[in-house]
């Protein structure tokens, strides 16, 4: 594997994970409530509505600055890896 191909699965993945972590507190947020930050410490809904606005920055900011690798199979692979990673920790961890 080429280290352009790493590079590109590397984002993909940082930039599911962001996407992924983005949901529940957009979610909590919007609809009022607190939910943990990864300090593990429940904030109030504005904080996690800036929680969740940074991540989905941040996401969309990585899949646009390589927007030329977002039709490359290692971006889609670590985009897909990072979510799936995510989401399962996410559904363990908050229950």
Do not use: K
Not at 9 to 30: E, I, S, T
């Amino acid at each position: 594997m080429s280290p352009r191909a790493v590079g590109l699965a590397v984002v993909g993945l940082l930039a599911g994970a962001l996407f992924v972590n983005a949901l529940p507190h957009l979610v909590h947020g919007g609809l009022g409530q607190s939910f943990p930050t990864p300090f593990g410490v429940p904030r109030s809904a504005a904080a996690n509505l800036g929680w969740g606005l940074a991540n989905l920055f941040l996401g969309v900011t990585l899949a646009v600055v390589v927007w030329n690798g977002l039709r490359t199979l290692p971006f889609l692979a670590g985009a897909g890896a990072g979510s799936l990673a995510t989401a399962t920790v996410l559904l363990v961890v908050m229950g």
